[in-house]
């Protein structure tokens, strides 16, 4: 049976690693996998990471900064066997909420 769970990230990149952990490390099918925004916000996040940040400063100086509008949503859909699995890389990589 089939289950689907969801948690949320407070950055994108966190969001990323967490499926990237997912489909390499654990066989998960790519396609199982969706990242979309906890609101209908377009959004990168609510904390600059990765690409946002430049020597441990927050960027300011740069076009096209991405709006920090609200939290990123992965939801997975897995066998009820791969349940944990899933629960734990979302919560390495600073998921909340983990539900089914």
């Known amino acids: 049976m089939s289950k689907t769970i969801t948690a949320a990230f407070t950055t994108r990149r966190d969001a990323e ?3 990237e952990h997912l489909v390499q490390e654990h066989g998960l099918d790519r396609n199982a996998v969706r990242i979309e925004t906890v609101s209908d ?3 990168a996040g609510t904390e600059p990471a990765g690409g946002d940040v430049e020597g441990g400063h927050e960027k300011t100086a740069t076009e ?3 709006a920090l ?3 990123i949503k992965v939801s ?3 066998d009820e066997a791969a349940v944990d699995k899933v629960r734990s890389s979302f919560e390495t990589y ?3 909420g983990t539900a089914a």
């Open 17 to 19: 690693m967490a499926v």
């Open 41 to 43: 916000a377009n959004t």
């Open 64 to 66: 096209g900064s991405p």
């Open 69 to 71: 509008a609200g939290k």
């Open 76 to 78: 997975a859909d897995v």
């Open 94 to 96: 600073g998921g909340t």
